[in-house]
């Protein structure tokens, strides 16, 4: 079975900190992505990765970076986080040889922002 | 560019009836991919059902069917005989199957409850 798994379910930060979520997945996947999710809004792809140490930006990527020094691992870092940044944020990956294969799914961490 | 709209914020269904839940896409790509998942409260997003632009019959997974009218661009989910466990978050989402890195797009889902 596949598994992605995300540092941690629920986070509470103060704004202007910054922060790292964490994403690991054992299935030797080549894509890797970060979303967030706001509700009405659907799912909102901040960065994909396709391979060590590429990265590409999503749709929303503004406030945010990302790190993927080893495949299986992909971190979102919010340089300076602000209260408009509290959202789920959900991870996932895939695999580059079969498009037809869904993406995986971590448990999403739910980011609060004071 | 792809566009994924489902239009049902809510519904409700009776437990045990069948429901429908609306998807229409928008996309260039000759040769895509259309994906439902759920997501119940705890978060996590299940993959349900798959269908290929270029598959013949629509796909079925149990008690998931997915109605597919390519010339609609249409790409209903419809679940039969509904339980109390499927009150969830449903998301539709594409990929078009000859875009790098797999990237999708998703609707901004329709959340079902089911009533005993």
């Known amino acids: 079975d596949v598994k992605v798994t995300q540092s941690s379910r629920y986070l509470v930060k103060r704004t202007g900190e910054k922060v790292f979520l964490e994403c690991v997945q054992d299935?030797?996947?080549?894509?890797m992505f970060w979303y967030r999710q706001d509700p009405g809004l659907g799912l909102r792809l901040i960065y994909f990765?396709?391979?060590?140490?590429?990265?590409e930006k999503g749709d929303i990527p503004e406030g945010y970076s990302v790190s993927r020094e080893k495949k299986e691992r992909f971190s979102l870092i919010l340089e300076s986080a602000s209260t408009n940044q509290t959202s789920m944020y959900l991870c996932a990956s895939s695999s580059a040889l079969d498009a037809q294969e869904t993406q995986y799914f971590g448990p999403g961490t739910r980011l609060l922002v004071l | 560019a792809q566009k994924i709209t489902q239009t049902q914020p809510g519904m409700f269904v009776q437990e045990k009836e069948a429901v429908t839940l609306d998807c229409t896409y928008d996309t260039s790509d000759p040769s895509y991919g259309l994906f439902w998942y759920k997501q119940p409260s705890s978060g996590e997003m299940i993959f349900l059902i798959y269908q290929g632009s270029y598959d013949q019959q629509n796909a079925t997974e149990g008690r998931y069917s997915l109605n597919f009218q390519k010339a609609r661009k249409s790409a209903n989910l419809v679940i039969s005989a509904s339980q109390l466990g499927d009150s969830a978050m449903y998301f539709c989402a594409m990929r078009g199957l000859n875009t790098n890195a797999g990237k999708s797009t998703f609707g901004d889902g329709t959340t079902l409850t089911v009533k005993p």
């Open positions: 990765s396709y391979d060590v140490k590429m990265k």
């Open positions: 299935m030797d996947h080549e894509n």
